[in-house]
């Protein structure tokens, strides 16, 4: 895995996915939250795995070796903090296997429903739909990481119109995206809809219905930009 993206955010992405494309997953986790979540894990439990060594284990121990006049107390403090930030690598990394493994569901089973649902051709776009329901010509994005599947619209209306569109009934909105000059129906992260529900993060929200690789992004546009869940 690797770190992608840059200013202002920063996500954890399968680097056999992003740069070779050998490998499904295609989910993604920030990394501020990455490193929130794991130092929550720490300070809850501290002591996780470890058992208190007995006495006679420590006499075994073998002792520091004193400095040598080989290198100086800076010197030790740099080798020092190296191989502190080794350790917090290491634990990042364990953490984030166990988030978002290659190959492996990541988001705790979250996985969009129709809109937002990874593709590569329209028609695997809306499968539960009967033609012609949808309010606009149904679209994969290619653009989008993934592929990303909508269709054009109007209006807000027009997105959820359909029987069995939105069977999650998660907020959806009509919006541009980058410069296409064209509108398509996308999940919303809107402060308005996040108002509906219990929670007040944007990309908590995408994170926990739509999937780890979701976050609460611009759609561009211009003036019209929606906040929208893309990968």
């Not at 986790?29 to 794991?38: K, S």
């Not at 209006?155 to 907020?171: I, L, N, R, V």
């Not at 944007?202 to 211009?222: E, I, K, L, Q």
């Amino acid at each position: 895995m690797q770190i992608s993206g840059g200013s202002p955010h920063r996500y954890y992405r399968c680097v056999s996915n992003r740069k070779r494309g050998v490998c499904p997953n295609r989910l993604s986790v920030r990394e501020t939250l990455t490193r929130q979540r794991i130092l929550e894990a720490c300070s809850q439990h501290p002591r996780s795995g470890l058992a208190k060594p007995r006495r006679p284990a420590l006499d075994k121990m073998p002792r520091a070796r004193p400095l040598t006049p080989r290198m100086s107390p800076l010197r030790h403090s740099l080798t020092s903090g190296r191989k502190a930030r080794k350790a917090l690598a290491l634990a990042i990394a364990l953490g984030l296997s166990a988030m978002i493994g290659c190959g492996s569901d990541g988001n705790g089973g979250a996985t969009p429903t129709n809109t937002g649902q990874a593709c590569t051709a329209v028609d695997q776009c809306y499968p539960g739909v009967k033609a012609g329901d949808l309010e606009g010509d149904a679209v994969c994005l290619d653009k989008i990481t993934g592929g990303y599947c909508t269709h054009l619209c109007a209006q807000d209306t027009d997105c959820c119109a359909a029987p069995g569109e939105c069977p999650d009934s998660h907020a959806e909105v009509c919006g541009p995206f980058e410069s296409t000059g064209m509108l398509y129906c996308f999940l919303s992260c809107e402060d308005a809809d996040l108002a509906q529900t219990t929670l007040t993060d944007g990309d908590v929200y995408c994170h926990t219905y739509a999937g780890a690789a979701f976050g609460c992004r611009s759609t561009g546009g211009g003036a019209k930009n929606r906040k929208v869940c893309t990968p």
